[in-house]
Every structure is written in structure tokens, then in C-alpha cells.
């Protein structure tokens, strides 16, 4: 069974920066594809960035371009986020993800896939 641990969020004024990690357990991950995904109050779970598991391709949500930047570590085990010229609207539960196979879509990551518990991210103006 895949275990992840999000950390690194907290609280930070507009235009900083943050950097989440995501330490995986459980299983070998560098077959798997992972992202991070985003949830605020009252609104749906939103895909923010997703690796592939060389991390050779990354690919990112349209809010988040230009400003977010996903990585990882296969040798470590962890994925990383990290997040610069923050907003106040980047405010939400961040979740790390692993594929339950190689190769799945991590975009739509669902039930399937195998979730951390989250990490809060302020952002204040």
C-alpha cells in the first residue's frame, strides 16, 4: 500500500514563495507517475502539476504556469513543489498523488490513485 506524506505548507504573505514536499512509502515510485493537486474552501479538487516518473515531462494546470515548478527525487523517494509569486487565490489543502499504475493520467487521478493527507498553504494579501 502507497503511503505519501505532504510537507511544507504554511503561511505566507502575496508574491512569496513556498516549497511542499512529498515523501512516498509503501512501494518503489520511480515507475509512477505523480502530481499535486489543490483543494479551497467550497470548491472542487483542482490538478495543479503532475511528473512523470523519469521526470522528464511535467505539465501544470493554466492558473499555475509560469509561477509553479514540480520535480522529483527518485532516489529519495519525494516529489517537490515549488511555488513562487503566490496569490492570494493559490490559498488551499495541497494534495500529492501517485498513479496506481505506470503510465496513468495522473490529470485525472481519482480513487484509483493513492492520496496524501494535504498541507495547508495561506496566502495573504
Known amino acids: 500500500q502507497a503511503q505519501l506524506a505532504e510537507s511544507g505548507g504554511g503561511l505566507v504573505q502575496a508574491g512569496g514563495s513556498l516549497r511542499l514536499s512529498c515523501a512516498a512509502s509503501?512501494?518503489?515510485?520511480?515507475?509512477?507517475?505523480m502530481g499535486w493537486f489543490r483543494q479551497a474552501p467550497g470548491k472542487e479538487r483542482e490538478f495543479v502539476a503532475g511528473i512523470s516518473w523519469s521526470g522528464g515531462t511535467t505539465y501544470y494546470g493554466d492558473s499555475v504556469k509560469g509561477r509553479f515548478t514540480i520535480s522529483r527525487d527518485n532516489a529519495k523517494n519525494t516529489m517537490y513543489l515549488q511555488m513562487n509569486s503566490l496569490r492570494p487565490e493559490d490559498t488551499a489543502v495541497y494534495y500529492c498523488?501517485?498513479?496506481?499504475?505506470?503510465?496513468?493520467?495522473?490529470?485525472?487521478?481519482?480513487?484509483?490513485?493513492?492520496w496524501g493527507q494535504g498541507t495547508q498553504v495561506t496566502v495573504s494579501s
Open positions: 509503501g512501494r518503489t515510485f520511480n515507475t509512477y507517475n
Open positions: 498523488a501517485v498513479g496506481p499504475v505506470p503510465n496513468y493520467i495522473i490529470m485525472v487521478c481519482g480513487v484509483r490513485c493513492s
